[in-house]
């Protein structure tokens, strides 16, 4: 959730200040462990003294005579998690982003631009990675009533390596930065975006949309540390546009799932 207050400071200037409030929701998986400590958790045990499965009322177990060839084989192509009930689903953790006030004030005569940013991190034990995506609420994003900063649209298929506003307009615009973002929000570190593997600051700028835009991902596990992705927005209005002055709330929902 985006939030951007805009309070009137005059009849000539209009304060606006932005509250990003960024959810993360994760695809976690449900399941019953049979063995936990506090660093562990074994998801399926095997007791190498039979062959069969039992249950009860209240519990089911399986148990094999034994196990030969086990282990995790990797290729190219492939990974093989080898022996008897290897590791049946994968965990992901998300540590969602925290509020954000975006500054310095924006004049509603003068014009100006406000900056803010949110960082949140996943962490999976998936061999295949996993994908992130924003997805905002509304179009435009940014909106106080009847009036709204326009979503940013870049000048081409990818986005603007450097971010431009016309005098007489205003728009809103996010950039993701990390490691795992993918190539659409690299750069070549010069002046291109949607190429190489530079994550230059402030550059690759985009506007958010109703559907689903692919802000993080990765095609391996990151266990133990995690991976972090911070968001940066800016909302800007130009030098001879008049922007209303009210509170400006953007509401964006991150979801995360295992691949």
């Not at 009322?57 to 492939?78: P, R």
């Not at 100006?112 to 924003?134: C, E």
Request: with cysteine; glycine share 10%.
């Amino acid at each position: 959730m985006k939030k951007i207050a805009i309070h009137n400071a005059g009849m000539k200037k209009l304060a606006i200040m932005v509250l990003v409030a960024t959810i993360g929701l994760g695809v976690l998986v449900a399941q019953a462990d049979t063995m936990a400590s506090p660093h562990y958790v074994i998801q399926s045990d095997s007791l190498n003294f039979g062959g069969l499965r039992s249950t009860s009322g209240s519990y089911a177990i399986e148990d094999t005579l034994g196990e030969v060839a086990t282990g995790i084989s990797s290729s190219t192509n492939y990974a093989l998690s080898a022996g008897y009930q290897q590791m049946q689903v994968v965990g992901i953790a998300v540590v969602p982003a925290s509020n954000v006030t975006m500054s310095p004030s924006i004049g509603g005569v003068t014009g100006g631009t406000a900056n803010g940013s949110a960082t949140f991190q996943v962490t999976t034990d998936d061999a295949a990675g996993y994908s992130a995506t924003i997805q905002a609420s509304s179009s435009p994003a940014l909106v106080s009533g009847i009036y709204a900063f326009p979503n940013y649209i870049p000048a081409g298929a990818s986005p603007d390596f450097a971010f431009n506003v016309g005098a007489a307009t205003s728009t809103f615009a996010f950039s993701p930065k990390g490691s795992d973002t993918p190539t659409r929000y690299k750069d070549d570190g010069v002046n291109t975006c949607g190429t190489g593997s530079s994550n230059t600051a402030g550059a690759c700028w985009d506007g958010l949309s109703t559907s689903p835009i692919t802000i993080a991902s990765r095609t391996s596990d990151n266990q133990p540390a995690g991976t972090a992705t911070t968001l940066n927005f800016r909302a800007a209005s130009g030098s001879s546009n008049i922007q209303p002055n009210g509170v400006y709330v953007a509401t964006t929902t991150i979801t995360v799932i295992a691949l």
